[in-house]
């Protein structure tokens, strides 16, 4: 998928909004500050290419990016703030849901997970999501270079506990860190 330039398309805020199901995508899920825009940033080789997800008023958009001619990758909003309003979360969450029961051409979502946090509950309710959407997943784990070794394997145990419960799982789990490179090659073999 990556053997061309990526660049970003557009923010979608609805889904009259999103470009024509022309080209397969994969979508890029997490809470928020779980290293997302980094995540992008290292698989596509471009520094600050996903830095408008983390604009505020950005948040909330879907964002496209194409990459060659074939291909988009789609960066989800970042869910789990603490602070944002009710209205805000439920209009982003029925976006959510309309775009993954929705999009034919979505091929797998990958669902980021904060190694040093493990599952948490708003990761399950996406999780949920999409097994409910019928969308394969398989899980990242993001910042693997800031956890202790002796609080990995238990934490991998939670995430395998986790994903065993959802049938949309793929039980392979991707370990990554942006910031020292680790996995970001495994990950794109795998997109
Ligand atoms: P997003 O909100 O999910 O898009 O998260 P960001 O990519 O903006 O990252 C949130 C914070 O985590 C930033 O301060 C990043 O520098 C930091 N971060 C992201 N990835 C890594 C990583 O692999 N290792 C470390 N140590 N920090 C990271």
Same mark, same amino acid.
Not at 23 to 33: D, K, L, M, T
Not at 158 to 176: G, N
């Given at each position: 998928?990556?053997?061309?330039?990526?660049?970003?398309?557009?923010?979608? !805020?609805?889904?009259?909004?999103?470009?024509?199901? *022309?080209?397969?995508?994969?979508?890029?899920? #997490?809470? $928020? %500050?779980?290293?997302? @825009?980094?995540?992008? %940033?290292?698989?596509? #080789?471009?520094?600050?290419?996903?830095?408008?997800?983390?604009?505020?008023?950005? +948040?909330? *958009?879907? %964002?496209?990016?194409?990459?060659?001619?074939?291909?988009?990758?789609?960066?989800?909003?970042?869910?789990?703030?603490? %602070?944002?309003?009710?209205?805000? !979360?439920?209009? /982003? &969450?029925?976006?959510?849901? &309309?775009?993954?029961?929705?999009? &034919? +051409?979505?091929?797998?979502?990958?669902?980021?997970?904060?190694?040093?946090?493990?599952?948490?509950?708003?990761?399950?309710?996406?999780?949920?999501? =999409?097994? +409910?959407?019928?969308?394969?997943?398989?899980?990242? =784990?993001?910042? *693997?270079?800031?956890?202790?070794?002796?609080?990995? *394997?238990?934490?991998?145990?939670?995430?395998?506990?986790?994903? @065993?419960?959802?049938?949309?799982?793929?039980?392979?789990?991707? @370990?990554? $860190?942006?910031?020292?490179? /680790? #996995?970001?090659?495994?990950?794109?073999?795998?997109?």
């Amino acid at each position: 998928m990556f053997a061309g330039e990526t660049d970003f398309l557009k923010g979608v !805020v609805k889904m009259d909004g999103l470009p024509p199901a *022309e080209r397969i995508e994969v979508c890029f899920a #997490g809470r $928020s %500050n779980v290293g997302k @825009s980094s995540l992008i %940033n290292a698989l596509t #080789g471009r520094k600050a290419l996903a830095r408008a997800s983390n604009t505020p008023g950005r +948040t909330q *958009e879907i %964002n496209y990016f194409t990459v060659g001619e074939d291909h988009f990758l789609v960066d989800l909003p970042g869910y789990g703030y603490a %602070n944002a309003p009710v209205a805000v !979360v439920e209009k /982003w &969450q029925r976006l959510l849901k &309309q775009y993954l029961s929705g999009r &034919q +051409t979505l091929r797998r979502a990958f669902v980021l997970i904060d190694s040093r946090h493990g599952v948490k509950k708003v990761d399950e309710e996406i999780m949920k999501l =999409l097994d +409910t959407s019928a969308v394969t997943f398989q899980c990242v =784990l993001t910042k *693997e270079d800031k956890i202790k070794e002796k609080d990995r *394997e238990p934490m991998l145990r939670q995430v395998r506990a986790a994903l @065993s419960r959802h049938p949309a799982a793929f039980p392979e789990i991707i @370990s990554t $860190s942006s910031e020292k490179g /680790w #996995g970001i090659g495994t990950l794109r073999a795998v997109i």
